[in-house]
């Protein structure tokens, strides 16, 4: 027996029969009960953070753990959801390092308490060092006329290094800025 694909028959746009594409965006779209397993794409949205971060918390955050089904799909339960929103709360807006965020996990028992005052001054410059300096081989692919930076950890980061970049952004912006201008 030879399977065959079944064909639907075209439609023209004009016929009253064919679906109108306007009608799926005027629909109210459903929203998942409070209580329902998210995947990863919908956890991303949500707290506004790529999906390989999140599964890279996953590998330093052992409290993180999504249910994970046929084919590694990962669905996260609310109690996951609430504990990566909260990581990212210490990690991006109180200045905590990753370090950090594990010692008061150990320390809460696993748990991540609402009190928890910003980091100190030291926590922060070091927080900002960990997210700035994975970043700077991609800023060096996308400017190519600038220098490698020094990335020797002891090195302090040099008011200089920092000028060259806002200066070479200046230009990349201007020159986007231009291109724009160009557009109809």
Do not use: C, N
């Not at 397993?37 to 919908?42: K, Q």
């Not at 400017?143 to 060259?164: K, Q």
């Amino acid at each position: 027996m030879i399977w065959r694909p079944i064909e639907e028959p075209l439609l023209p746009a004009g016929d009253p029969a064919a679906p109108d594409p306007a009608d799926a965006a005027s629909r109210p779209r459903l929203r998942k009960a409070a209580g329902a397993f998210r995947t990863i794409s919908e956890v991303a949205d949500e707290l506004h953070i790529p999906q390989h971060v999140l599964r890279f918390w996953e590998t330093r955050f052992p409290q993180v753990k999504p249910l994970k089904r046929g084919g590694g799909r990962r669905y996260y339960r609310p109690d996951d959801i609430s504990l990566l929103r909260r990581i990212s709360d210490l990690l991006y807006t109180q200045g905590y390092t990753i370090k950090g965020v594990q010692r008061l996990l150990r320390e809460g028992g696993g748990r991540l308490a609402d009190d928890i005052p910003p980091a100190p001054d030291s926590e922060r410059a070091a927080a900002e060092a960990e997210r700035t300096l994975p970043d700077l081989p991609q800023m060096q692919l996308l400017i190519p006329d600038l220098p490698p930076p020094d990335l020797h950890p002891a090195t302090p980061r040099r008011p200089s290094e920092a000028e060259r970049l806002r200066t070479a952004l200046s230009r990349t912006l201007a020159q986007l800025e231009a291109l724009r201008a160009l557009l109809p």
